[in-house]
């Protein structure tokens, strides 16, 4: 799944290829359930304004006073394109401007398109901005005081931190040498600030390399065609029974909270 870096990503890339100040003339719906709680016409005659992003959605504010929060969930990827460019089989929804498009790919159908006039009643219920200003290393180590989740757990929570998915959960964990399974009340400050530190350095990193895209398969993370160049950074995750790259001890695998996750059994305490 696309997670922060992955989603800012495609954002900037909108904003560059220069889709604000764009006018949707026409939509074409190729699978009416990616449109969860409005029909095509509504789109139409509106134009973009601005492109932003909170945690994992993609925010675009429009000139009717609405805003569209598009989560490309699993498989989603967007691409903005000349109206001329083939389309791709697994293009759910095109918003088509004047001469140029955007496609909204989603091989597995689980993307989806909300159109509210009250963006608060979504951006309300998610977590805080790891990298937001208001995200310190105090803050962290408060907000997981009388936590009693696992720490892995928590960290995938959009209610409580929002953006961060399962490759970056593991990441930052290893980084900050906290194992997964560590309850989040018992992390120490000093603890909390290596957990933050990581975190914000990794997202960062991330967001540089254009996100991570993992394997070849039709589903794999894209924006706007180009793939993720993060993959090469990644020290643990998806590396089961490969050495530590600090102490050399095989990396192991467990499921938490129904998650894939990494983990080095002796750096992470």
Same mark, same amino acid.
């Given at each position: 799944?696309?997670?922060?870096?992955e989603?800012?990503?495609?954002?900037?890339?909108?904003?560059?290829g220069?889709?604000? !100040?764009e006018?949707?003339?026409?939509?074409?719906?190729?699978w009416?359930?990616?449109?969860? &709680?409005?029909?095509?016409e509504?789109l139409?005659?509106?134009?973009?304004?601005?492109?932003?992003r %909170? !945690?994992?959605?993609?925010?675009?504010?429009?000139?009717?006073?609405?805003?569209?929060?598009?989560h490309?969930?699993?498989?989603?990827?967007?691409? /903005?394109t000349?109206?001329?460019?083939? $389309?791709?089989? /697994?293009?759910?929804?095109?918003?088509?401007?004047?001469?140029?498009?955007?496609a909204? %790919?989603?091989?597995?159908?689980?993307g989806?398109?909300t159109?509210?006039a009250?963006?608060?009643?979504? =951006? $309300?219920k998610?977590? *805080?901005?790891?990298?937001?200003?208001?995200? =310190?290393?105090?803050?962290?180590?408060?907000?997981?005081?009388?936590?009693?989740?696992v *720490?892995?757990?928590?960290?995938?929570?959009? &209610?409580?931190i929002a953006g961060?998915g399962?490759?970056?959960?593991?990441?930052?964990?290893?980084? #900050?040498?906290?194992?997964?399974?560590? %309850?989040?009340?018992?992390?120490?400050?000093e603890? #909390?600030?290596?957990l933050?530190? #990581?975190?914000?350095s990794?997202l960062?990193?991330?967001?540089?390399?254009?996100?991570?895209?993992? !394997?070849d398969g039709?589903?794999? /993370?894209v924006?706007? !065609?180009?793939?993720?160049?993060n993959?090469?950074?990644?020290?643990i995750?998806?590396?089961?029974?490969?050495p530590?790259? *600090?102490?050399?001890?095989?990396?192991?695998?467990?499921?938490?909270?129904?998650? #894939?996750?990494?983990?080095?059994p002796?750096?992470?305490?």
């Open positions: 799944m696309p997670e922060l870096p989603v800012e990503t495609t954002c900037r890339d909108l904003v560059s220069g889709i604000v !100040g006018k949707i003339v026409a939509l074409e719906v190729l009416e359930p990616t449109l969860s &709680n409005f029909k095509g509504d139409l005659n509106v134009t973009i304004t601005e492109v932003s %909170r !945690g994992k959605f993609i925010l675009f504010s429009l000139s009717n006073g609405k805003t569209l929060f598009i490309l969930r699993m498989t989603g990827s967007l691409r /903005y000349q109206k001329s460019a083939p $389309n791709d089989p /697994y293009d759910r929804v095109i918003l088509l401007f004047e001469t140029t498009k955007m909204f %790919r989603d091989p597995r159908k689980f989806r398109m159109l509210t009250n963006p608060e009643l979504i =951006t $309300n998610l977590g *805080i901005e790891p990298l937001g200003d208001e995200f =310190t290393p105090h803050r962290l180590h408060q907000m997981l005081q009388g936590r009693s989740k *720490i892995k757990t928590l960290l995938l929570d959009q &209610n409580f961060i399962n490759i970056y959960a593991d990441e930052s964990l290893f980084k #900050a040498q906290i194992a997964p399974l560590r %309850r989040a009340e018992t992390i120490t400050l603890e #909390a600030k290596r933050h530190s #990581a975190i914000v990794l960062r990193a991330a967001i540089v390399n254009r996100g991570t895209s993992l !394997g039709k589903g794999n /993370y924006s706007n !065609g180009k793939r993720g160049e993959a090469r950074e990644l020290k995750f998806r590396k089961t029974g490969a530590c790259p *600090i102490c050399s001890t095989p990396i192991e695998k467990i499921v938490v909270g129904q998650r #894939a996750t990494h983990f080095c002796t750096c992470q305490k």
